[in-house]
Every structure is written in structure tokens, then in C-alpha cells.
């Protein structure tokens, strides 16, 4: 596939303290994830995606919107319809970044849990349907675990790795291909902790 074939970079930010503080919310953190997968839409829209009521909708927007974390498109939006986009496509931040502020460490806290939930809710419906899904997709879901001991630079080596690999394969994706889903894929280095000690 040549380079005209390849979907544009991803945008990035490192979230600074205010970021984090205003994204550790759940109704702004599904928010910011409904733009990422679904593009860019409006308040009304998210609403009835989110099951909420779109005063909700527009006010934590706007909350977004005020640290550079969604922005407006003006070209598609009316005096009556505001239609907003994600800022960027990945976030990220060092868990050390935040040391020295206690609100912003309990916020990234409070992330980090979400999306363990989050990693359960999503495994267990898509345990309640699995068998609806053509033999090939079941075979190629799944779970692995690896265990290995390193030290920390050579995970942080590890996971970058794996980052670009999958960075790669979302560059060459082609969602019009037939028989493309949409997938999400979820990455976790944790330590084994033997009896919940270190």
C-alpha cells in the first residue's frame, strides 16, 4: 500500500495537570471516547448515544473544550446545531507527571480505574454475544497473558514496540475493506504482585 493509501498520523497530547483534572469525569471521559470512535458530532447526537440529556452533554463538552481536549467545527455547525471533534486521537501522560500535584495523581487514579472498568464491562458483554459472531472474528478475539521478569527500562522498551506495531497496522487499516470491524485493543504492563505484596 502506498503512502496515499495510509490514514494521516495520529494527533497526540501529553495532558497537562488541568487536562487530566477536567477528563477525570465519566460523563467527559465517554464523551471524549464517543468523538474518538464514532467522529465528530453534536451534543443532541452524543446525548442519545450516551443515554443522557444533551444540557449535560453540551455543558461537559464545553468543560472539554475550555483545556483544548474537544474543539468545535465551525464549518458544520448553525446558530442552532454546535458539532465538536476530538482534539486528538491518543492521549497519554507518565503516572509520575502528576507527583506533585495530589488532584491531578487522584485523577489519573481515578482514569486508570475507569478503564479497568470499563476493560470488564466490554469483556463481559461481548461474552454475551459472542457466539452470534462468524467463527473466524471468535477465533481471532481473545486474551493472553505473559509473564517475564525485566527491568523497568526494558518494559518501557517493550511497550513502545508494541505501540508502533499497532500504530502500523492502524496506519495500513483500511476501514472500507470487506469484512472490517471495528476493534479495540487494550494494553497493560502490570507488576506480580504475590499475595498483594511487592
Known amino acids: 500500500m502506498g503512502d496515499e493509501g495510509k490514514r494521516p498520523a495520529p494527533r497526540r497530547v501529553r495532558i497537562d495537570h488541568r487536562q487530566v483534572r477536567v477528563l477525570a469525569h465519566p460523563l467527559r471521559a465517554r464523551l471524549l471516547g464517543a468523538l474518538r470512535v464514532q467522529g465528530p458530532s453534536t451534543a443532541t447526537t452524543l446525548a442519545g448515544l450516551l443515554d443522557t440529556n444533551t444540557g449535560a452533554t453540551s455543558y ?18 448553525t446558530a442552532r446545531q454546535r458539532w465538536w471533534r476530538a482534539a486528538h486521537d491518543i492521549t497519554s501522560w507518565e503516572n509520575t507527571d502528576f507527583d506533585d500535584d495530589p488532584d491531578a495523581r487522584a485523577a489519573v487514579e481515578w482514569i486508570q480505574a475507569e ?13 454475551a454475544v459472542r457466539d452470534e459472531w462468524p467463527p473466524a472474528w471468535r ?28 500504530e502500523r ?16 485493543i487494550f494494553l497493560a504492563s502490570l507488576p506480580l504482585l504475590l499475595g498483594g505484596k511487592r
Not at 60 to 77: F, K, S, Y
Not at 115 to 127: C, D, G, K
Open 60 to 77: 461537559h463538552l464545553r468543560q472539554l473544550a475550555d483545556v483544548g481536549l474537544v474543539v468545535e467545527e465551525p464549518d458544520r455547525g
Open 115 to 127: 478503564q479497568v472498568r470499563q476493560f470488564v464491562e466490554h469483556t463481559e458483554r461481548w461474552s
Open 139 to 166: 477465533d481471532a478475539f481473545g486474551m493472553s497473558d505473559s509473564f517475564m521478569t525485566i527491568p523497568a527500562d526494558r518494559l518501557k522498551e517493550l511497550q513502545a514496540e508494541l505501540w508502533r506495531i499497532l
Open 169 to 184: 497496522y492502524r496506519a495500513e487499516a483500511d476501514p472500507d475493506e470487506p469484512g472490517a470491524e471495528q476493534v479495540q
